[in-house]
């Protein structure tokens, strides 16, 4: 038995001697053929590592600055919430909130400023300059989750300056652009509404109709429930009755 067991030591010990002579040739055919093309491409590869290097801290700094830029547009909008004067006019107070929306452009808190100015037009009832605003937000973030809210905004400031075909078209871009926003109800409603106001009520109807099947849409759907019920009514009273 001891003698096997030696024969196996002896015979392992120079397997493995010829398995490490083995990977040691390997390592070495493989070093003796890439090192002439290692040489041929030193330049290009220390290019593209150089490349490489720099493309990752650009990067880095360009992802850093964005999020240093989103942090500060944040506090200066807060910043503007807390500490504006209650006896600030209309015009002071959205151009507070326009300078954050410049000073900050691509941002949320950016973005948010901007709406925030034109939604404080709408209230004054400076309809037009609300449109403005609303318009310029969504030439510059046509891509943000906010157009639609922007969007919409167009629409109501169109339709409170009695330019109803072009409200019209806004909140049919509402509907159609961002079908999926929280907006898109609101927009169909409205639309409903202008559409009832101009006498177009199969139309009208329609998008009532749309609201009050939606199973989001809420108070708005008993809403347009009542609408139905008047446009109904009305229709039933300019028919003409039959003699019997």
């Known amino acids: 038995m001891r003698v096997v067991s030696a024969c196996l030591s002896v015979a392992a010990q120079k397997n493995c001697f010829f398995i490490d002579m083995q990977t040691q040739d390997a390592s070495a055919d493989f070093l003796i053929k890439f090192w002439p093309w290692f040489e041929a491409n030193r330049q290009r590869l220390v290019i593209a590592t150089v490349a490489a290097v720099a493309v990752f801290f650009i990067w880095y700094f360009i992802t850093t600055q964005k999020e240093q830029k989103a942090v500060a547009a944040g506090q200066a909008y807060t910043q503007l919430e807390l500490a504006m004067p209650p006896n600030s006019t209309v015009q002071q107070v959205a151009d507070a909130y326009l300078k954050i929306a410049s000073d900050y452009p691509g941002t949320i808190a950016g973005q948010r400023a901007q709406l925030q100015a034109a939604a404080l037009f709408f209230g004054a009832a400076r309809y037009a300059d609300a449109q403005t605003v609303f318009q310029q937000f969504l030439g510059a973030n046509n891509g943000s989750s906010l157009a639609a809210s922007a969007q919409f905004g167009v629409a109501a400031s169109l339709a409170a300056q009695s330019k109803l075909d072009d409200a019209a078209a806004a909140y049919r871009a509402v509907i159609g652009n961002y079908a999926d926003s929280a907006e898109a109800l609101p927009a169909k409603f409205s639309l409903a509404q202008l559409l009832e106001a101009q006498g177009k009520l199969t139309e009208a109807t329609s998008y009532y109709n749309e609201v009050m099947r939606s199973?989001?849409?809420?108070?708005?759907?008993?809403?347009?429930?009542?609408?139905?019920?008047?446009?109904?009514?009305?229709?039933?009273?300019t028919q003409p009755t039959t003699k019997s």
């Not at 199973?215 to 009273?237: D, F, M, P």
Request: proline letters at 0%; zero cysteines; a neutral charge.
């Open 215 to 237: 199973q989001v849409a809420g108070s708005l759907a008993q809403e347009a429930a009542e609408r139905l019920a008047q446009i109904q009514t009305k229709t039933a009273a």
